[in-house]
C-alpha cells in the first residue's frame, strides 16, 4: 500500500534522511523505532509531503506520490497524528474535529463519526466547547488521534502517540490504535521510541539509525534481537 | 458637547480607515507572520485606480455615485490582483528563509510600487473629485458629521460585518484560522496553505482599496506617497490592537483614530502624530502583546 524507496530529505543543507526504504500492506500494523534525531518524523513528513523527498520514490495504492502537496496527499486518504499532538489551541475541540473532517462533505456521516470518536474516547463529549489549547496532555492526543479518524483515513501514520503520558492512558490509546486497524482495516504506521509497547502491537518493524533503516523483521525476531535489546528495550 | 462629538465621530472615521488597511497587516502577520511592508502602496493602487476609473466616466456623463460604486468596484479587483501577485513574486519564494529576508522583500516592494506609480502618473498631487452628494436627511447633523463620514461609516462597517461572516462561517474563514494557528497542521488535515494565503493577500487587498477609495474621496488629493503615511498609521493600529488578531486592529485603529481627533480638537494638530506615538508606546509597556493580542508564549 505504501512505499518510499531510497527516500533522502533535507533541511537546508542538512541531511535528514539518507536510505529509507519501507514498504507496507494494506491493514498491517507497522512501526519504525529509533533514537532522537535518528528521523523518525521526518520520514512521516515526508510521506504527507510536508518535507519533500529530494531523490528517491513514495507511492501510495501503486501511484507515484512524491512531490505532491500536501493536501492532494490527504485527499488520498493518508492522515497523520503528528509528534507534538499540534491541536489547534484556539478551537474548541469540536471545531479541531471538523478541521480534521476539512475534505469531506458528506455532512450527516460527518456527525456520524464524531459519535464514533465521542464512543472511543467520552472525555472529548464532554469537553467538546473547550479551547483545545486547554485539554491536558492525554486529552490532546485522544483529540489529535480523533482528528485524524474524522478524516477516514485510509493509512494513518502515529509519529510518538505515548510521549509524555502515564501508563494508563497510553495503554488506552495502543488498546485503541489496535481497535481502529482491527474494525475499520485501516493501515497503521507507528513511530515510537517506546520499542517495548510498539512491537507488542505491531506485527512487523523498522529500526532507523542517523537517516537510515538498518533493519528490518518481524516484532517477535526484533524482540530477540540482541542489539534491538541492546539499543532500544532497555535491556 | 457637539464639539466632543464632532471630535469623537471624527476619530471614529478616521479609524474607520485605518481599520479598513490595518485588517491587511493583521491578517497576513496572523498566516505568515511577515509585515506587508508593501501594504499601503496596495491601498495607494486602489485609491490611483479609482481616479482613473472616475476619470474616464466623467468623460462619458455619469452620475456621482455610480462612478463611485464602479470605481470602487475596479480599485478593489486592481488591488487585489496586486496583493496576490506581490505574494507571489516578493514572498512566497521566500516562505523558507530567514524572516528578515521576506522582510526587506516586503521594503523592497513597497519601494518599487511607490516608485512605479511615480513613473506613470507624477509626483504632484491630483485631485481626487467627492462624488459623495450631501444627503438631505443629514442636514441637521451637519455641524457634527458629514455625508462623506457617514458613508465611511457605513460602508466600513460593512466590510467589517462581512469580513467576520467569511473568518467565522466559511470554508475558506476555517482554513485561515486553523493555518494561522499551525502552518502544518493545516497541511496535515488537507488544507491548501498556499491558497489560504492568496485568499488571506487578496481579502487584505480589497479592504485596502475600499479605504483607499473612501479617504480619497474625505481628504479630495492623492500622490504616489499617500500609501506609506496611511500605511504606517495602520502599522501602528495593528499593533496596538495587537497584530494578528483582526479585532484587535480593528479596536486599535479606532484608539488611533480617537486620540488623534481629540489631540488635535483640544490641543493642537501638531500633537497629533505625538499623542498617537506616546499612546502606543504606553500601551506596549503595560500590555507588549497590543491590546487584544496574544502572548508569544501562549501561541503554542
Ligand atoms: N526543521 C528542521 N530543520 C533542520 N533540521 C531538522 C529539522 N527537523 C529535524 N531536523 C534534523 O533532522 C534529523 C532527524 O530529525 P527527526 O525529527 O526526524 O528525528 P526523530 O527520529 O523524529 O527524533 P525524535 O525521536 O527526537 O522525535 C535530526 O538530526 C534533526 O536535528
Ligand atoms: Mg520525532
Not at chain 1, 480523533?146 to 503520558?165: I, Q, T
Request: aromatic content about 8%; some cysteine.
Amino acid at each position: 500500500m505504501l512505499k518510499l524507496k531510497n527516500v533522502q530529505t533535507f533541511y537546508g543543507n542538512i541531511q535528514a534522511l539518507k536510505s529509507v526504504t519501507i514498504e507496507i500492506a494494506e491493514g498491517e500494523i507497522v512501526t519504525l523505532i529509533g533514537a532522537n534525531g535518528a528521523g523518525k518524523t521526518t520520514t512521516l513528513m515526508a510521506v504527507c509531503g510536508v518535507v519533500p523527498p529530494r531523490s528517491g520514490e513514495i507511492s501510495f495504492m501503486g501511484d507515484p506520490i512524491t512531490g505532491m502537496e500536501p493536501d492532494k496527499i490527504v485527499s488520498l486518504g493518508i492522515c497523520q497524528v503528528p509528534e507534538g499532538r499540534r491541536i489547534f489551541p484556539y478551537l474548541s475541540v469540536a471545531e479541531n474535529l471538523d478541521m480534521g473532517a476539512f475534505l469531506r462533505n458528506d455532512k450527516m456521516e460527518i456527525k456520524k463519526d464524531i459519535e464514533y470518536v465521542f464512543d472511543l474516547f467520552p472525555i472529548l463529549a464532554e469537553r467538546r466547547h473547550q479551547a483545545g489549547g486547554t485539554l491536558s496532555g492525554g486529552e490532546q492526543q485522544m483529540l489529535a488521534i480523533s482528528r485524524a479518524l474524522m478524516a477516514k483515513p485510509r493509512l494513518l501514520l502515529l509519529d510518538e502517540p505515548s510521549l509524555g503520558l502515564a501508563p494508563l492512558i497510553i495503554k488506552k490509546i495502543f488498546e485503541i490504535i489496535g481497535k481502529i486497524n482491527a474494525e475499520n482495516n485501516t493501515t497503521i504506521f507507528l513511530v515510537e521510541q517506546n520499542a517495548n509497547l510498539a512491537l507488542k502491537v505491531a506485527a512487523r518493524g523498522y529500526v532507523i539509525e542517523n537517516g537510515r533503516i538498518t533493519l528490518t523483521d518481524s516484532s517477535k525476531n526484533l524482540l530477540a534481537n540482541e542489539e534491538v535489546k541492546k539499543a532500544y528495550l532497555g535491556l | 458637547m457637539d464639539y466632543f462629538l464632532e471630535l469623537f465621530l471624527g476619530g471614529l472615521t478616521r479609524g474607520s480607515i485605518y481599520a479598513l488597511i490595518a485588517l491587511g497587516y493583521t491578517m497576513v502577520y496572523g498566516i505568515i507572520e511577515l509585515i506587508n511592508f508593501a501594504h499601503g502602496e496596495i491601498y495607494m493602487i486602489g485609491a490611483f485606480t479609482a481616479l482613473i476609473v472616475i476619470s474616464v466616466l466623467t468623460l462619458m456623463g455619469m452620475n456621482g455615485i455610480a462612478m463611485l460604486v464602479i470605481a470602487g468596484v475596479v480599485a478593489v479587483m486592481y488591488s487585489s490582483a496586486y496583493g496576490y501577485t506581490v505574494e507571489k513574486i516578493a514572498y512566497k519564494p521566500l516562505r523558507n528563509a530567514p524572516r528578515l529576508s521576506a522582510l526587506i522583500s516586503a521594503i523592497g516592494m513597497s519601494l518599487f510600487l511607490q516608485n512605479y506609480v511615480l513613473l506613470a502618473q507624477t509626483s504632484d498631487f491630483l485631485p481626487f473629485p467627492n462624488l459623495i452628494p450631501d444627503f438631505e436627511f443629514m442636514e441637521p447633523y451637519a455641524h457634527i458629521i458629514g455625508s462623506t463620514e457617514i458613508v465611511i461609516l457605513i460602508t466600513t462597517a460593512i466590510v467589517m460585518i462581512l469580513l467576520t461572516i467569511l473568518i467565522k462561517f466559511t470554508r475558506i474563514g476555517k482554513a485561515m484560522r486553523a493555518t494561522s494557528q499551525d502552518k502544518t497542521m493545516a497541511m496535515l488535515v488537507g488544507i491548501n496553505v498556499n491558497r489560504v494565503i492568496s485568499v488571506t493577500f487578496i481579502v487584505g487587498s480589497a479592504t485596502a482599496a475600499i479605504g483607499g477609495v473612501l479617504i480619497a474621496s474625505h481628504v479630495g488629493m492623492i500622490n504616489f506617497y499617500v500609501g506609506f503615511i496611511a500605511g504606517i498609521k495602520a502599522f501602528v493600529a495593528a499593533v496596538l490592537g495587537g497584530i494578528g488578531s483582526v479585532p484587535g486592529a480593528v479596536l486599535g485603529s479606532f484608539v488611533l483614530g480617537w486620540t488623534e481627533s481629540f489631540a488635535t480638537g483640544y490641543v493642537s494638530s501638531d500633537y497629533e502624530d505625538v499623542f498617537a506615538f506616546l499612546f502606543l508606546v504606553l500601551i506596549l509597556i503595560f500590555r507588549p502583546a497590543g491590546i487584544l493580542g496574544r502572548s508569544e508564549k501562549n501561541k503554542v
